[in-house]
Nanobody, 126 residues
Framework: QVQLVESGGGLVQAGGSLRLSCSASGRTFSSYAMGWFRQAPGKEREFVAAINWKGDSTHYSHSVSGRFTISRDNGKNTAYLQMTSLQPEDTAVYYC???????????????????WGQGTQVTVSS
């Protein structure tokens, strides 16, 4: 497992942008597939975006496709989530997660991730 720490959350007006970072410990970051999930108050945790270990395959939920971009820098042991055109419904705690790679696949299911960060709050005001 890797230790994950998210940062970059905050309060932003609707239409604004934020970039979340997920810093991982250890020297094997490049062997992990990464994902971002979010959980709004009173709702279940939901998938947001995922990226494979190479960084050349990504997948997004319908609700964020075209607005959010997931990326990674294996040299910096960091994954990112660039969020644009933010809306109040994007308000949630955002979590990054890591799992040993399933080949070159992206991983969409939370249950398949075995390392999680503590979460970072994103609040979008209308």
């Amino acid at each position: 497992q890797v230790q994950l720490v998210e940062s970059g959350g905050g309060l932003v007006q609707a239409g604004g942008s934020l970039r979340l970072s997920c810093s991982a410990s250890g020297r094997t970051f490049s062997s992990y597939a990464m994902g971002w999930f979010r959980q709004a108050p009173g709702k279940e945790r939901e998938f947001v975006a995922a990226i494979n270990w190479k960084g050349d395959s990504t997948h997004y939920s319908h609700s964020v496709s075209g607005r959010f971009t997931i990326s990674r820098d294996n040299g910096k042991n960091t994954a990112y989530l660039q969020m644009t055109s933010l809306q109040p419904e994007d308000t949630a705690v955002y979590y990054c997660a890591a799992t040993r790679s399933f080949g070159e696949a992206v991983v969409l299911t939370a249950a398949l991730y075995d390392s999680w960060g503590q979460g970072t709050q994103v609040t979008v005001s209308s």
